[in-house]
């Protein structure tokens, strides 16, 4: 069932934990994010490597935050005002229910968005970006 009840001004970061080096490195750049003067922010962890579907829906259920972001560990969000920028998308879009850090408008038939001629959004991968 679906909380109806979710804070309008709650931010959860729910993140996948294999290596906690990682999970450190991803911690220190959500820190550097700018959060929106009135929210706050969460981070739910999520170690359970045998069923991570049913860990992320544990975790969902578990917040009552209106805006969840699921991430793993070594990811870092580059743009500082990534919140503000994430909940005027949802605020101006009343329509959208989720959204994606990258994308493309059509998906290749071989299912490599990295193959995809019209891509949306950005991923640096150790220097290289897509």
């Known amino acids: ?17 294999s290596d906690n080096n990682e999970c450190i490195n991803t911690l220190n750049s959500l820190a550097e994010l700018i959060i929106p003067t009135g929210y706050e922010v969460e981070v739910i962890k999520i170690e359970n490597k045998n069923n991570i579907v049913k860990s992320y829906n544990q975790a969902m259920k578990s917040s009552i935050a209106k805006y969840k972001i699921y991430i793993r560990e070594g990811i870092k969000i580059i743009n500082k005002n990534f919140l503000e920028d994430v909940i005027n998308i949802f605020k101006k879009n009343w329509n959208i229910g989720i959204i994606g850090m990258s994308g493309v ?22 220097g290289n970006m897509t």
Do not use: C, D, H, Y
């Open 105 to 126: 408008k059509i998906i290749p038939t071989n299912g490599n968005i990295f193959s995809a001629i019209e891509q949306v959004g950005k991923i640096i991968i150790e």
């Open 1 to 17: 069932m679906v909380n109806m009840n979710l804070n309008r001004f709650k931010i959860a970061f729910i993140i996948k934990v």
